[in-house]
């Protein structure tokens, strides 16, 4: 079973309508602002933007996935992997995935309040709009060699970017 599989079967199994890459997203999007939060700060964040309280085995599972994609991030083999379904879902499920991971990214880069526009380089600014660009495409993407082509070119420029945030803003100090 996959990593993405076993996830969504976790929160499925805890009643929870939360989708697996948006979550990814927003916790990668905290960690790459370089937000130092700890449980409670960490849980509060997720509680506003989810509008779901975290207890018990979902609090547990949402740290160990933030702890997870800190390490992947930090991880100077470039290991860092976004969560999507899995290859052999439809590329409209898919880009789904992508669409939800960009927008949770957004969320949780933007929620730690740690940056203001002027104090991220031209090139940061220029990936955070792609990803909001990439977050608004079209859902509905028939599947094909040529669309599953370009789906793959747009995860990979996804996980690089954001690598790239990662290392250029979570250490950084600001205001």
């Not at 079973?1 to 890459?21: P, R, Y």
């Not at 669309?147 to 996980?159: F, H, P, Q």
């Amino acid at each position: 079973m996959s990593k993405f599989s076993a996830i969504s079967e976790a929160f499925t199994n805890e009643k929870s309508n939360l989708n697996v890459s948006e979550v990814h997203g927003f916790l990668s999007g905290i960690l790459s602002a370089g937000a130092q939060m700890n449980g409670a700060q960490l849980a509060r964040a997720f509680e506003q933007h989810f509008d779901c309280s975290l207890s018990g085995p979902m609090d547990d599972l949402v740290i160990q996935l933030s702890f997870q994609a800190g390490l992947e991030l930090d991880d100077p083999e470039m290991g860092f992997n976004l969560l999507l379904p899995e290859d052999d879902a439809s590329i409209e499920k898919r880009g789904q995935g992508l669409y939800t991971w960009c927008q949770g990214f957004l969320s949780g880069f933007g929620v730690t309040g740690r940056y203001q526009d002027s104090e991220l380089s031209e090139e940061v600014r220029e990936v955070l709009t792609d990803l909001a660009k990439i977050s608004a495409l079209d859902l509905e993407v028939p599947d094909s060699d040529e669309n599953e082509g370009d789906l793959l070119e747009i995860i990979e420029y996804v996980r690089m970017s954001a690598m790239m945030i990662y290392l250029e803003s979570a250490r950084k100090s600001v205001h």
